[in-house]
């Protein structure tokens, strides 16, 4: 499924992770390979979620895990260079929430990700989202631009 394009304007964005490329992500072809691109995502989620936590305040005892994570790759990524991954928040549901990114090198959008989070129980159901975090989550809510389609 092709994305709304508002996705792959840097400005929607609301939390930016830089990462440098390494030379063991680089393959034959001399560009970074496709797992190395979806491990930046990862990286820069992370630094992400550590961000709306810490704002979120006391959330023991709430665990949350990946239940699906889609990348689509867009264009070719180099090394040696830096990529920003943008980081922002797609949705809020009852009990999930789904964190969009874009991955930018010199400016250009070559990748997105999306990846869907729920708060679990230890009896492998699900739980609300406690308020505290929610109201975290909703600081980072990505929207599109004026006149453009959520989508």
């Known amino acids: 499924m092709k994305p709304p394009a508002w996705r792959l304007e840097r400005d929607v964005y609301r939390h930016f992770t830089e990462i440098q490329t390494r030379y063991r992500d680089e393959d034959m072809l001399r560009h970074v390979n496709n797992m190395a691109v979806a491990g930046y995502h990862d990286e820069a ?3 992400f979620s550590r961000v ?11 665990r ?7 990348v689509n790759f867009l ?11 943008g980081s922002g928040i797609l949705k809020i549901g009852g ?10 090198q010199k400016g250009k959008c070559v990748g997105l990700c999306t990846a869907v989070f729920v708060r679990a129980t230890r009896s492998r159901g699900t739980a609300p989202l406690p308020d505290n975090l929610r109201a975290a989550l909703e600081t ?8 453009v389609g959520e989508a």
């Open 140 to 147: 980072f809510r990505l929207r599109a631009p004026e006149g």
């Open 75 to 85: 264009a070719e990524v180099f090394h040696p260079d830096t990529v920003e991954v």
């Open 64 to 70: 949350i895990v990946t239940v699906e994570t889609r």
């Open 95 to 104: 009990a999930s929430y789904e964190i969009g990114q874009a991955l930018f």
């Open 52 to 62: 709306y936590f810490k704002l979120a305040g006391d959330i023991t005892g709430t």
């Open 45 to 47: 989620r992370n630094r």
